[in-house]
């Protein structure tokens, strides 16, 4: 093993290495402990254990470098938890009760105060505890059954939130493709994405998010006033530039409303599982504050804003571009409660 990990990899990776060496002097060492035959049952749950520890390990060492899956996750840590069960059923009496503790706080995290197991563990515990004899075959079976239990369970929980969390990404992924693309739209088509306004009283100005523009007057002085606003098409005054401006001012007030949204990374996201969920919804309040931006622009441009139909300077068309992209929050608070409900099924048994 130490002639293969030459380097320090990712934490992701070197968090299960370090569970599956330990595991793994925790195997040598029963192998060398002397047992009663019990007709081959010793060597199988060894050979199980072993083969667990093989799987994980690989699973660590031959995933990309670059990139983790939901299914690799899974399989290193089921089979890290199928290996920690086998060897926990081959310990001797004195270890099995010193982790009794352990496997009824494990028990009692992930079950809930109805299930039969978490009785049947706070019974074995209570003996262990008032030292009333010896645990019988059926009290250690009961232990790694519910330390099965406990941790099928868990693998739920956290299956839930790799698959919540890998929806935000995807849907963080289409966003950003469609932003691009519009941005791209605007930059090759002023006229189609007009986002340029002609103030009022009329006069001889147009103004766009990348600056303001004089409009030629009518006549020759003294005569000369400002055209009629249905004679100006401000989608002549457009810049390739008026839309990304729009939404990089939509990223700026999305990034106020993250802020708010970090404080859900609670001291106990200690794990990948639960962090990731926090930080995927924080993600996808990035793009969709552009696009709320230039989707508000466009609704002030089209009068449907009551009392918003025209915006007298480009520092108005960005600061409202602002307020559209932290806007963003009234949709994204319904993710932010359903990331909230899934870490919180994490921290509460079912």
């Not at 670059?66 to 199928?82: C, D, K, M, P, Q």
């Not at 996201?269 to 466009?298: E, N």
Request: net charge neutral; aromatic share 6%.
């Amino acid at each position: 093993m130490s002639a293969r990990r030459r380097r320090t990899l990712a934490s992701w990776r070197e968090l299960p290495l370090t569970v599956i060496s330990r595991l793994r002097t925790q195997l040598a060492r029963e192998e060398c402990r002397v047992a009663e035959d019990d007709g081959g049952r010793r060597r199988c749950a060894l050979d199980g254990a072993r083969r667990h520890l093989d799987e994980a390990e690989e699973a660590c060492l031959s995933a990309s470098r670059f990139r983790r899956r939901s299914g690799t996750l899974e399989r290193i840590w089921s089979n890290v938890r199928a290996a920690d069960a086998e060897l926990f059923s081959l310990v001797s009496e004195d270890e099995a009760r010193a982790r009794t503790p352990e496997v009824l706080g494990m028990v009692r995290r992930n079950l809930s105060e109805r299930s039969p197991q978490r009785k049947a563990v706070e019974d074995v515990a209570a003996k262990v505890e008032h030292d009333e004899g010896p645990l019988t075959a059926q009290d250690r079976d009961t232990l790694v059954r519910a330390q099965v239990f406990a941790y099928a369970f868990l693998g739920g929980k956290h299956r839930r939130v790799r698959i919540l969390a890998d929806l935000l990404w995807c849907l963080t992924a289409a966003v950003t493709v469609g932003l691009v693309a519009l941005a791209v739209w605007g930059h090759t088509d002023e006229d189609t994405v007009d986002l340029c306004f002609r103030p009022q009283p009329p006069g001889n100005r147009v103004v766009c998010p990348t600056g303001e523009h004089e409009v030629p007057l009518d006549g020759s002085p003294p005569l000369a006033r400002p055209p009629d606003v249905t004679a100006v098409v401000t989608a002549d005054y457009a810049s390739s530039r008026d839309v990304l401006t729009v939404e990089f001012a939509g990223l700026i007030g999305a990034a106020l409303t993250v802020v708010t949204a970090l404080r859900r990374i609670q001291p106990d996201h200690a794990t990948q599982y639960q962090f990731r969920l926090p930080l995927a919804a924080a993600v996808l309040k990035f793009p969709l504050g552009a696009l709320s931006a230039v989707a508000g622009i466009l609704l002030i441009k089209g009068a449907f804003v009551p009392g918003l139909s025209n915006l007298d300077s480009s520092a108005q068309i960005f600061g409202w571009s602002i307020v559209f992209g932290a806007a963003q929050h009234l949709v994204t608070h319904i993710v932010d409660q359903r990331a909230e409900e899934a870490l919180g099924g994490n921290r509460k048994p079912p």
